[in-house]
């Protein structure tokens, strides 16, 4: 099982109530640290990265309105090419949220808004919908998002990217797009056999009660679903090594699992 795979299991598993459900980052050392990119709705301040069951400092986190990506060379592109070559980001994740209000917001509505806040109309480009990149289906902007990356000149073909929607009710994630599905096919080597461990290992998820986990009423989704414009697979003789070599990674031996627990309902303004 490779890492999102993983993830996913472990994600699944602890929503269904299964308290052992985690991820062992020590058997994924190859594939950490990942890069996630989420909306910048608070809501989800406190899923992240405990919804994944990985240890902080193995996520960098890139957040902007709507988990939006409006090209292949967009800033948010450039962002996350940096993160790759600069922090060493293995993997990339576009996850987006459930109840989205970029989502559920409308050109009209939009624009009241910004006027009511004195943004007036004619300062505006004139195709407002593709400047904001304002989307009706969540998914459809997920599989989107993700083609504009994985077709992007800025990341290279062995970097996986995944779209993942994450049910900010729950905290449970569902596949949109699988990226391994996409890679040269002479580039995915298994992960170690996947490992896991108690909620008693981890410390820092003391503050979520268990009690206030909420299982979702509808059917889980675990069909990753054709990625939009996906370039053409290649397969050649891996790269020379590069001159310059970043760091050594230090990975954490602790284990940490995913307790995707709606926090203490004390900060959650709105319910699905
Ligand atoms: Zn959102």
Known sequence: MRLFEAIV???????AGDTSAGLHPADFAAALPVIALTCIDPRLNALFPSALGLPGEQFIWLRNAGNIITSPVSSTMRSLALACAVKGGEEIAIIGHTDCHVCQTTTTVLLDQLKALG????????????????FGSERQNIIKACGFARSSPLIGPKIPVHGLLIDVGTGKLDWVVNGYDTLPVNTVTPPPKTQFASLGDLGSFKDFEMGEMKFPDMKIGDAALPEAPAPPVVVSPPPPPPVATLPPKKHPGKIAVPPPIKPRPT??????
């Open 9 to 15: 299991d472990a994600n699944h598993r602890a929503v």
């Open 119 to 134: 943004v007036e109309r004619s300062r505006l480009p004139e195709n407002v919908n593709d400047f904001f990149g304002m």
């Open 267 to 272: 900060f959650s303004s709105r319910r699905n």
